[in-house]
């Protein structure tokens, strides 16, 4: 199944670090769609229904924008979409790429808690004036799940997530706490270990990159 989502990946990571931005962007969604399907099937165990096969789709998709929101340096570039507009570069991507509005959601309401309108005047962010929430309990899994992990990269406790959030709005931390209540906190230390070199090895590629001046 991971095929053809690693091949519209790939058709978006670009210059010398190609294979580096493709390995940071694909398995962060990867490591996304691991929590997410646990929790899901921690779900299915209390009664309620969710489509796993949603959901990791969705969870493999929803950073696809970020490729657009830096240069070939992996810097960026103040000519290219601001990273807080990655969800709906993705967005845009998708749709162009013929995924249908059910998938592409899933890249335009997963950033922070969701994109509110009141976000998108604080932070100028250029286009239409609207809220893009995650509306489905697939679309809220994979926003919730996608904060346990950051690209930098690192895994984050709930209570890291949480306050990350609301340095930009105290109320994205009560949608946490909403989001916890309805999901409960994932268990990440088997993900921490199966992950730990290649956070160590990605951390040490940052680091060699040259710095932007």
């Known amino acids: 199944m991971n095929d053809k989502f690693i091949i519209i990946h790939k058709k978006y990571t670009k210059g010398p670090y190609a294979d580096r931005f493709f390995d940071l962007i694909f ?5 996304v769609r691991q929590i997410a399907l646990n ?16 959901v990791e789709s969705g ?16 810097n960026a570039d103040r000519s290219l979409p601001n990273y807080l507009c990655h969800g709906h570069e993705g967005y845009e991507l998708l749709k162009k790429e013929g995924y249908g509005e059910q998938l592409a959601r899933f890249a335009l309401t997963h950033t922070g808690t969701g994109i509110t309108k009141e976000d998108i005047k604080r932070e100028n962010m250029p286009f239409e004036s609207q809220d893009f929430i995650p509306v ?16 930098w990269p690192s895994f984050n406790t709930f209570e890291e997530a949480k306050a990350r959030l609301e340095k930009f709005d105290i109320s994205k931390g009560v949608i946490m706490e909403r989001f916890k209540m309805k ?30 001046v």
């Open 27 to 31: 398995t962060h969604s990867d490591i």
């Open 59 to 74: 969870s493999l998709l929803h950073d696809i924008g970020v490729y657009r929101c830096f240069d070939d340096e992996l």
């Open 183 to 212: 999901f409960g906190s994932p268990n990440l230390s088997d993900l921490q270990r199966k992950y730990e070199d290649w956070h160590k090895n990605m951390e040490t590629f940052f680091n060699s990159l040259p710095k932007a």
């Open 136 to 151: 489905t309990l697939e679309e809220e899994l994979v926003c919730y799940a996608d904060k346990f992990h950051t690209k």
């Open 39 to 54: 929790i899901a099937d921690n779900l299915s165990q209390n009664g309620i229904l969710i489509d796993k096969d949603l």
